[in-house]
């Protein structure tokens, strides 16, 4: 197992953009499926994105598709969450989650399909 470590949370207007960057140092991340998770006050994991390995396949939760854009660069190992348009429903801790044995995504997936989790970032949307 590893565990995956998420960069670029933090306060942003209603409105405004933030990319979020998952890596784990010293480990490839480029042949495994990585999925993004949200947690909102007071509420369960949501779904939020799964990317394919080597930047395949993308599934993303209905209500984000058009906002959230998920890539890869390879070269530097890292996975990003690009969040458009943000509003305040969307403020959450927001988790990168992967499983040594899966590389293509097949939907979103559960959050038990996941071994490897990172701590997690905050972002909060908020005037």
């Known amino acids: 197992q590893v565990q995956l470590v998420e960069s670029g949370g933090g306060l942003v207007q209603p409105g405004g953009s933030l990319t979020l960057s998952c890596t784990v140092p010293?480990?490839?991340?480029?042949?495994?499926?990585i999925a993004w998770f949200r947690q909102a006050p007071g509420k369960e994991l949501e779904g939020v994105s799964c990317?394919?390995?080597?930047?395949?396949?993308?599934y993303y939760a209905d209500s984000l598709k058009g906002r959230f854009i998920g890539s890869r660069d390879n070269g530097k190992n890292t996975v990003y969450l690009q969040m458009n348009d943000l509003k305040p429903e969307d403020t959450a801790v927001y988790y990168c989650?992967?499983?040594?044995?899966?590389?293509?995504?097949?939907?979103?997936?559960?959050?038990?399909?996941?071994?490897?989790w990172g701590q997690g970032t905050q972002v909060t949307v908020s005037s």
């Open positions: 010293g480990f490839n991340l480029d042949y495994y499926q």
């Open positions: 990317i394919s390995a080597m930047d395949g396949a993308k």
């Open positions: 989650a992967t499983d040594l044995n899966r590389s293509n995504c097949q939907g979103i997936g559960h959050t038990s399909w996941y071994n490897n």
